[in-house]
């Protein structure tokens, strides 16, 4: 009977003890579903969410910003951020003919007088073929025919010869190069991957007007005010302070363009590319936004 007392005593002191002290540990908890997971009581402030609004969402803020500068592509996928790579423009198919060679020829076709055809160096490549071709037959017996393609230089010479326009003959030239069915020189290829037809007209009537006896063209003084893109500044060597000057890739420039832009002429436009060899992997390389060095004339 005692026990029994002593127990009972025992089980109100502690029924009065839960009672007393539970209002004091409301806050910390939880609420457990049937898997006896927490979660939270409806209605409850938890304190996630007074961290929310005592301080600002970085990532939300970071991710605005970037949304604002950058454009992000999010892969449906795995729901990873593809980061915006550089990719270059498509180009036109390209040979290593020099532009001079080619306007050489187009000048001899069309009766200049004075002016004699010379052998380019897709003319050699293109007879060098023929002729491994031809050892094949002999040793094999087998046939291989090489593919006549349209050459930049014909398709020139019979828009000239009909009294194509300008507009036309880029739209011709520029359609051949897109569909693959002609190459061009390098230094005509522009910065959005089009060919610079008005560096080869340009270089046909220079060239022309040399073969008639006149004048070949003079170096311009060109200044940064004149030239967008152009910057000049003066570097300390070793013994002197030197001018350098430096260009700024426009959309739509090619090397060739620059050349004129700077020397007048198409002449000089491999001085531009070897000054600038740890930048362009070859003349049609150019990008919008390069920055180039323009070498001085008297030091090419």
């Known amino acids: 009977m005692i026990r029994i007392v002593v127990a009972l005593t025992v089980f109100a002191v502690f029924l009065c003890g839960l009672i007393i002290f539970r209002p004091f540990a409301d806050d910390g908890d939880q609420i457990a579903d049937r898997l006896?997971?927490?979660?939270?009581?409806?209605?409850?402030?938890?304190?996630?969410?007074?961290t929310r609004a005592a301080t600002p969402d970085i990532t939300s803020i970071v991710d605005e910003a970037l949304a604002a500068t950058t454009p992000l592509t999010i892969e449906p996928e795995t729901g990873l951020i593809d980061a915006p790579r550089r990719v270059d423009v498509p180009r036109p198919t390209t040979d290593d003919t020099r532009l001079s060679d080619m306007t050489n020829n187009v000048l001899a076709e069309l009766g200049f007088?004075?002016?004699?055809?010379?052998?380019?160096?897709?003319?050699?490549?293109h007879q060098s073929t023929s002729e491994i071709l031809a050892?094949?037959?002999?040793?094999?017996?087998?046939?291989?025919?090489?593919?006549?393609?349209?050459?930049?230089?014909?398709?020139?010479?019979?828009?000239?010869r009909s009294g194509t326009s300008d507009e036309d003959i880029d739209a011709i030239v520029n359609d051949a190069a897109a569909a693959g069915t002609v190459a061009v020189p390098?230094?005509?290829?522009?910065?959005?991957?089009?060919?610079?037809?008005?560096?080869?007209?340009?270089?046909?009537?220079?060239?022309?007007?040399?073969?008639?006896?006149?004048?070949?063209?003079?170096?311009?003084?060109?200044?940064?005010?004149?030239?967008?893109?152009?910057?000049?500044r003066i570097v300390q060597q070793a013994t002197e302070a030197v001018q350098a000057r430096f260009y700024t890739v426009q959309r739509g420039d090619s090397l060739?363009?620059?050349?004129?832009?700077?020397?007048?002429?198409i002449e000089h436009f491999e001085?531009?590319?070897?000054?600038?060899?740890?930048?362009?992997?070859s003349p049609d390389r150019i990008r919008v936004g390069q920055r180039l060095v323009i070498p001085q004339i008297d030091s090419v």
């Open 135 to 160: 050892g094949i037959e002999a040793a094999t017996g087998q046939r291989s025919v090489l593919q006549e393609r349209d050459t930049l230089e014909a398709i020139v010479i019979a828009a000239l």
């Open 256 to 265: 060739g363009a620059i050349s004129i832009k700077f020397f007048g002429s």
């Open 186 to 232: 390098e230094i005509l290829v522009t910065s959005d991957g089009r060919v610079d037809t008005h560096v080869l007209l340009n270089n046909i009537v220079v060239q022309a007007q040399i073969a008639a006896g006149g004048p070949a063209p003079v170096i311009p003084e060109v200044s940064p005010d004149e030239v967008d893109g152009m910057e000049v």
């Open 271 to 281: 001085a531009i590319f070897e000054a600038n060899r740890g930048l362009l992997s």
């Open 36 to 50: 006896g997971t927490p979660v939270e009581a409806e209605g409850a402030i938890t304190s996630e969410e007074v």
């Open 113 to 125: 007088a004075g002016v004699e055809p010379v052998t380019t160096n897709s003319q050699v490549l």
